[in-house]
């Protein structure tokens, strides 16, 4: 280990300097956001000779190194973690301290990089940091969002999207890259030419132009020295202003290309429920990708002179269907601006690119109107059209006369191109994120794929990196873990395993329920503040934090919570461990049920909260704006992690893994991830409930589920769906939550009637729920059981996952500084 060697009193006098520049004469005059900034500023100019150098190393070395091209990474903020991973936080603390200022609240005055949303961007940001740690050369890309995804405000339960402005003040770790910026071409039309060779080279011509200009963030490894980058561009027109139109009082026009070009990157998943919205997040894939191919080409041939050994040296890994354009991308540049022949460039594109899939449904895999594209990238469709042609001749020369074949892998189809056949076909990897979604995607969604090309599958679990999620976010369970087997497990989580025999030591169980109370105590005071609801932290904290969709299942947990609250109301004397239920989650703007179940968790909440006759057993809370910095802290504080998607629909998860390291007991369904902490843990050591992924398939298959059966023979299910309707918990409006009701017994909100089998696992997660109650009674067994899963947790690091997938897809070498 080598700590960055960090000089206090620079730091000091640099921080002096930057404040004075805002009209402050003395360090301790200025506001906790002044400081913040100055820090980040100051930091930022000691850390640049190690960024550079660990570029420069690279570059000598001749290292290959993977671009890592993602359209969210949700990186949270940077200052503590950054000071972890130098090894500079004891001197920044004590110079604060000296300052009469908590390095605490200064870490708060930063916003959340609002470049992500759910668990793909935060398995981006993982990756990262798991790359740089372990030394080895990366680059995260992506785009530089101004209001990210949205900030959740819940105004009367609902949902309100509002822009997070988090670069209001700046970043003060970004750094600008103007001479690194590219064009990126849209619209326009194509024309070929034959060359003096007599080959057809063809020209794109009529496009409108946007900049692509990169910002830098240091993505610092675990006091190694190494410092990878995040690269995000950011949009801007090729012309500021235009002049002439501006004199004439046409205002809005002068400025029409600014406006176009920033569009862009104004946030994150723009509503594509209409054509406009499906037009701005293909060029958003489009920019980025571009943008980054580019340069990474460019950045290839200034230390090469031969193009055709680019997959020798650089690798792109397309995290999801969102940057697979780069597959025909790469051709472009390949056929147009370094004139190879098709096969030539075709040969190296196969060897560059690799694509990761996180979705077993269908409807999820990224596909595009062929009208929309061809007319945004009229040459990349062509591109596309090549493409598809020859890989349609392959799949019927290797299965003559099976049409069938031809309609599920072809990349045109019905009018639409489909992005991850595409990926398939124009990359030499495709990987799964857990094993169960590997071997689904194997033997079901992509499984004639798998058939004509075994090679290319594999799978690789995904991870989480424990310096973020315990060493910042829980350092009082960080302090008790390095206290009884030493601080390795930082860099290797496997060593997690020496604590093993402290399950059974009652000293160690009675200090871990020490540092789990304080950690609740931390996480009610912050609900108290945010939410003005009292909650008790000797009341089981079941807690269920992530994007709203149905498939995740929020609302089979309120549907629970409404049953327990029934049961209750009848008898409210009735003997039952106090619980906490804490959901949190943002649900796309356009997502309509997903956007209903948050209000009805809130109206849930209002009417359990301030019934006075169950005396507190049961509280109710929807945090808002669920983000990292939040997110450490619930992680912390939970005693149940709710895992309770349908089985087969999760890909991995990765909050299953993060409650995990943090002593939260799973309850959940044998889907994605949640297989192999079981496999890691023992079922003895968590809550498992519902049909297997087989038993889902085979009723989606042969279509024989009634869920009006379950509704005329379950009377405490049936009143508690009745409630959805007859004005219980929205007396103003009673028919406010039918389209929930509708979407449980009928098919008018969806296809299928209780598409995600709600009701038909509900008797077996309520039953789940109960053995959670009856174990909790028991404080021994419960902490024996927590410290079982830390002990357990090591599989789930996502440096295990870069490694394999070094070792297995990328083949990088190790940066020697």
Avoid at 299 to 307: A, L, P, V
Avoid at 726 to 753: H, I, K, M, Q, V
Wanted: hydrophobic share 40%; charged share 30%.
């Amino acid at each position: 280990m080598a700590d960055f060697s960090i000089d206090k009193e620079l730091l000091r006098k640099r921080m002096s300097e930057l404040v004075k520049l805002e009209r402050v004469e003395e360090l301790c005059n200025a506001t906790e956001e002044q400081i913040y900034r100055a820090l980040g500023i100051a930091l930022k100019e000691q850390i640049i000779d190690a960024w550079n150098e660990t570029a420069k190393k690279a570059t000598e070395q001749d290292l290959k190194t993977v671009y890592y091209m993602s359209m969210e990474f949700l990186m949270g903020r940077a200052l503590g973690n950054n000071l972890i991973n130098l090894g500079a936080q004891p001197e920044v603390r004590e110079l604060l301290n000296e300052l009469g200022v908590d390095l605490n609240v200064i870490e708060d005055q930063e916003r959340d990089w609002a470049l992500g949303n759910g668990g793909l961007g935060r398995l981006a940001a993982c990756f990262l940091y798991s790359l740089a740690t372990l030394g080895y050369p990366a680059y995260g890309c992506g785009i530089r969002y101004k209001y990210g995804m949205f900030r959740q405000v819940i105004e009367n339960g609902f949902q309100k999207e509002v822009p997070d402005v988090w670069l209001k003040n700046g970043n003060p770790f970004e750094v600008r890259l103007e001479s690194r910026k590219k064009e990126v071409h849209f619209g326009g039309y194509t024309r070929g030419e034959l060359d003096d060779d007599g080959r057809v080279h063809f020209i794109h011509e009529g496009y409108y132009s946007i900049l692509a200009v990169p910002y830098d963030m240091p993505v610092i490894g675990y006091r190694n020295g190494v410092i990878n980058s995040l690269r995000i561009w950011s949009a801007e027109p090729l012309e500021e202003l235009e002049l002439k139109s501006f004199d004439q009082g046409d205002y809005a026009q002068a400025a029409s290309e600014k406006e176009t070009a920033e569009t862009i990157c104004k946030v994150l998943y723009p509503n594509d429920n209409h054509y406009k919205g499906k037009e701005l997040r293909l060029k958003q894939q489009y920019f980025f990708v571009s943008a980054t191919l580019q340069r990474a080409v460019e950045k290839y041939m200034e230390t090469h002179d031969d193009i055709h050994r680019l997959s020798e040296k650089v690798v792109f890994q397309m995290n999801d269907t969102h940057p697979t354009v780069a597959v025909a991308e790469l051709m472009r540049i390949l056929l147009d601006d370094y004139r190879l022949e098709w096969d030539e460039a075709w040969e190296i594109t196969r060897k560059s690119c690799a694509y990761t899939n996180h979705t077993i449904m269908a409807e999820a895999l990224e596909q595009w109107p062929i009208d929309l594209f061809s007319r945004l990238l009229p040459r990349v469709y062509q591109i596309v059209d090549e493409i598809n042609r020859r890989f349609v001749a392959e799949i019927r020369r290797r299965y003559p006369g099976n049409e069938e074949k031809v309609r599920k892998m072809a990349i045109l189809y019905d009018g639409r191109i489909r992005m991850a056949n595409m990926a398939i076909a124009g990359g030499f990897s495709v990987n799964g994120v857990a094993r169960l979604h590997t071997e689904i995607l194997k033997k079901k969604e992509l499984k004639d794929f798998y058939e004509m090309m075994p090679e290319k599958f594999n799978n690789k679990t995904n991870g989480i990196t424990q310096r973020r999620f315990l060493l910042h976010g829980n350092p009082l369970q960080a302090a008790w873990v390095t206290e009884r087997i030493g601080d390795g497990w930082i860099t290797d989580l496997s060593q997690m395993e020496k604590l093993i025999p402290y399950a059974d030591d009652p000293a160690a169980r009675a200090s871990f329920r020490e540092l789990k109370y304080r950690n609740k105590l931390r996480l009610a005071q912050y609900i108290l503040e945010n939410n003005g609801i009292v909650v008790d932290p000797d009341s089981i904290f079941d807690v269920q934090v992530k994007r709203l969709h149905e498939y995740k299942r929020q609302l089979l947990n309120i549907l629970h919570v409404m049953y327990l609250y029934n049961k209750l109301s009848d008898f409210p004397d009735r003997p039952i461990v106090p619980r906490t239920f804490i959901f949190g989650g943002k649900a796309s703007s356009g997502y309509r049920l997903a956007k209903l179940t948050i209000k009805l968790i809130n109206n849930v909440a209002d009417l359990i909260n301030n019934d006075s006759r169950i005396g507190g057993k049961l509280k109710v809370v929807f945090i808002e704006d669920y983000r990292v910095s939040n997110a450490e802290m619930i992680f912390a504080a939970a005693d149940v992690s709710e895992q309770i998607s349908t089985a087969s629909k999760e890909a991995s998860g990765t909050g299953n893994m993060k409650f995990m390291l943090n002593g939260a007991l799973t309850l959940g369904t044998m889907d994605g991830a949640n297989v192999e902490i079981i496999e890691e843990v023992g079922a003895e050591n968590a809550f498992i409930f519902g049909m297997s992924a087989d038993e889902v398939i085979a009723h989606e298959k042969n279509n024989d589920y009634d869920p009006m059966q379950i509704f005329r023979d379950d009377q405490g299910l049936r009143r508690v769906l009745q409630q959805l309707v007859n004005g219980f918990y929205s007396p103003e409006d009673p028919d406010l939550f039918r389209p929930l009701y509708d979407s449980l017994l009928t098919n008018r909100e969806t296809g299928r009637a209780d598409t995600y089998f709600n009701l038909l696992d509900f008797r077996s997660y309520e039953a789940a729920q109960r053995r959670v109650g009856e174990a909790y009674l028991n404080q021994e067994w419960w902490s024996r059981a927590a410290i079982l899963n830390i002990a357990h947790c090591g599989k789930f690091s996502s440096d295990r996952t870069i490694q394999e997938y070094v070792d297995d897809i990328w083949h990088l070498e190790k940066i020697k500084l």
